[in-house]
């Protein structure tokens, strides 16, 4: 199943998606200026978090609090 991913507006963050059922929250990062050829997945993370950094102002502040050295993640190659 692939999830949805929603591009945002950020200096550092690509596209975040979220998978309801797992449970993982989907994030690609800029790198150079360019989308990132990994997509970082996050594990054991609650909705709100997913809807937390949507609703955010800073999306990379809100990662760097809320996510980052949070929560364990898997960075898998981009299809």
Request: aromatic share 14%; glycine share 6%; no cysteine.
């Amino acid at each position: 199943m692939s999830v949805q991913m929603h591009p945002v507006e950020s200096s550092n963050i690509f596209r975040v998606g979220y998978d309801e059922e797992a449970r993982e929250l989907h994030i690609v990062f800029h790198k150079g200026g360019t989308p990132n050829p990994w997509e970082y997945v996050y594990r054991e993370v609650p909705q709100e978090i997913f809807s937390g950094m949507l609703d955010a102002e800073s999306k990379g502040k809100f990662f760097r609090a809320h996510v980052l050295n949070v929560y364990e993640f898997t960075k898998l190659p981009r299809e």
